[in-house]
């Protein structure tokens, strides 16, 4: 027979268990949202937890977290010392999963598209069909692109 460990049977280790259990089912909630089916880092995943008026406490997150990747809900890079641990909802398939990176390189792209399409009167999605448009002709060409 396995027992609880005795900090767990406390009154205060009970409510941490829960504060714990419930922030872990936020976090689920905050990746299941679109666009966030992975975090770079604890940082981001704490900003979104902010953005969505999700109250916690830093210490909770890690244990939260923990709880969710020994359910099979997240995985989790291994840690490794004063680098970031990105985590992703474990069951998106592994082609859909956003890496941390793209998704800034993705915004960044966004707004330069933007600009660019507003400095010329067009939408983003016109300026991106013409420049697909040219660098499909340049190929049939044999122009480098």
Sequence with gaps: MVSAPVAA???AGVAAS???YRLASSILKAL???GRGSYGSEHELRDWLVM???QFTISDVGPSLAILESAGLIGRSPFRHKKPRPGWLAFIPE???VQPGQRRKKAQQDRMWESIAAEFGISP???QRRLEARRQR???RGWAS
């Design 52 to 54: 969505d008026g999700i």
């Design 125 to 127: 999605a016109q300026w």
């Design 95 to 97: 082609g859909k999963r």
């Design 32 to 34: 299941d949202q679109p």
């Design 18 to 20: 829960i504060r714990h």
């Design 9 to 11: 049977l406390t009154p």
């Design 138 to 140: 340049n190929e049939r």
